[in-house]
């Protein structure tokens, strides 16, 4: 029993095969999925899968890359959503240094508005951090985000950030990079975060996993992570399955 904690299955990547790609994962025993909702396009989409598959949950919130588009009303819409009985957590949001896309100001105040969000709705959060840990942290800090908790999506940074981030309630979520050789500093990271509050994800259509690097990821690879980070807890597949299934259904507060 696997736990897909951050996925795209409504990308257009799966737009010839999405019912085989979610068939397959779930008969792979990735029992649960969380898909992201993350700008005005790809909200309405999440939302169609999550009322399709009883096994398939939402985030949804304003990705920073997007966040120059984020028009007035747009958090108010995000908000309405949260009281749907499958919406689990907002996201993803954060900062992204990487793509010059969204002034750093529009990205900040973004970000601020959603934690605010967030706090107001009593919903966790799905942080995305690239290139932009120090900020993230000061944040997370400022806003009192840890009064809700929540995710650090495909965490790349060091342990001292992690440890940052777990002192403030998050959980720490490892995905495909974990199975690259050269990954040294995400398998150290993850062998010192504690068990429960450890997650797995696959990011598809993105990052996928070793043996299958360079192709479109999908949820069934889920597997694939889950059995390093197993090698690198040195405990069994099942454990590490059962453990990470828990700490999700639990912080998303599924039954």
């Known amino acids: 029993m696997l736990f897909d904690t951050h996925t795209h299955l409504d990308s257009k990547d799966f737009d010839e095969d999405r019912k085989e ?7 792979n ?3 649960r999925m969380v898909n992201i909702g993350f700008d005005r396009e790809t909200i309405p989409t999440t ?3 999550v009322e399709e598959y009883d096994f398939i949950y939402a985030a949804v919130g304003w990705h920073p890359v997007e966040a120059i588009k984020m028009q007035p009303g747009d958090l108010e819409w995000i908000a309405s959503l949260c009281s749907h009985e499958k919406v689990v957590a907002i996201g993803e949001i954060g900062l992204d240094y990487h793509w010059d896309k969204s002034p750093k100001d529009v990205q900040h105040r973004v970000l601020r508005e959603q934690i605010g969000l967030a706090r107001e709705m009593k919903m966790p959060i799905v942080i995305h951090n690239r290139e932009a840990h120090e900020d993230i942290v000061r944040i997370l800090r400022e806003e009192k985000a840890s009064e809700v908790g929540g995710i650090m999506h495909a965490f790349s940074g060091s342990w001292e950030t992690a440890k940052m981030c777990l002192d403030m309630g998050f959980h720490i979520s490892f995905g495909g990079p974990i199975t690259f050789k050269n990954a040294k500093q995400p398998k150290e990271v993850l062998k010192q975060v504690p068990m429960d509050r450890l997650l797995l994800e ?4 993105y990052l996928t996993p070793h043996p299958n690097r360079g192709k479109r990821n999908e949820s069934g690879y889920v597997r694939l992570v889950a059995e390093t980070a197993a090698e690198l807890k040195g405990v069994s597949l099942e454990e590490i399955s059962e453990i990470t299934t828990k700490n999700a259904l639990a912080l998303f507060g599924i039954r």
């Open 21 to 27: 790609v979610i068939e397959r994962a779930y008969n």
């Open 29 to 31: 025993g990735v029992t």
């Open 202 to 205: 696959t990011d598809s259509p």
């Open 47 to 49: 939302m169609q899968l």
